[in-house]
């Protein structure tokens, strides 16, 4: 750089690349848990998570909700799209 503005040359600026990662979420929320995963009734405690699927060419994502009761998975979905 300091030789460059010595002889007055400027050199192209790459653009700069999207900064997020498929599947990363900008959106933080707070730990309710706080690693306190044992439940004392059914319903008590939720939890949600993804799971990638390579199928073929594409990807599919797998969305589960479960009871940390007793480990029942209460709904899942399958979609070609994060947005579940």
Request: proline letters at 5%.
């Amino acid at each position: 750089q300091r030789i460059m503005q010595k002889f007055n040359i400027q050199c192209r600026v790459k653009p700069k690349r999207q900064n997020y990662i498929a599947g990363e979420s900008k959106i933080v929320v707070p730990n309710y848990l706080n690693r306190e995963l044992h439940a004392s009734k059914p319903s008590e405690k939720w939890v949600t998570d993804i799971t990638y699927l390579p199928y073929g060419e594409k990807m599919l994502y797998l969305s589960t909700i479960m009871d940390l009761f007793n480990n029942e998975i209460l709904a899942y979905t399958i979609s070609d799209k994060q947005d579940k």
